[in-house]
């Protein structure tokens, strides 16, 4: 496992991501999207499981979860369970806001 920051403060991170948006990023040799909620940041594998359609396009909803542009799958942001949608689990990865950045560990 490996872990990347990203900002080099709380403040920046959090202005690197505009609320309820989802970013694509590269980390390392991967692509992963990256969301923010608020002050709660959520790091998923970028494609959904279903029919490999962009999540960067999708949507949040109030409940966490992201929203698959082509077929409207759902995915929980904390776990990846699937909450709609006929396919397997979305991959998510840890992040972490603290005062020196966002921490994702892929």
């Given amino acids: 496992m490996r872990t990347f920051t990203l900002g080099r403060s ?12 989802i970013r694509e990023v590269q980390l390392g040799d991967q692509k ?3 969301a923010r909620d608020g ?3 959520f790091a998923f594998e970028r ?17 966490q979860e992201v929203i698959c542009p082509l077929h409207h799958y759902r995915f929980e942001l ?4 699937v909450a709609s949608g006929d396919c397997r689990d979305l991959k ?3 992040a972490e806001l603290d005062e020196s950045g966002l921490k ?3």
């Fill in 104 to 106: 994702i560990s892929i």
């Fill in 39 to 41: 002050e709660s940041f």
């Fill in 47 to 63: 494609l959904c499981p279903h029919r490999l359609a962009n999540l960067k396009e999708g949507q949040l909803n109030s409940f």
């Fill in 32 to 34: 992963i999207c990256v």
């Fill in 10 to 21: 709380q403040e920046e991170a959090i202005s690197l991501f505009p609320d309820r948006s």
């Fill in 78 to 81: 904390n776990s990846g369970r």
């Fill in 92 to 94: 998510v990865y840890k």
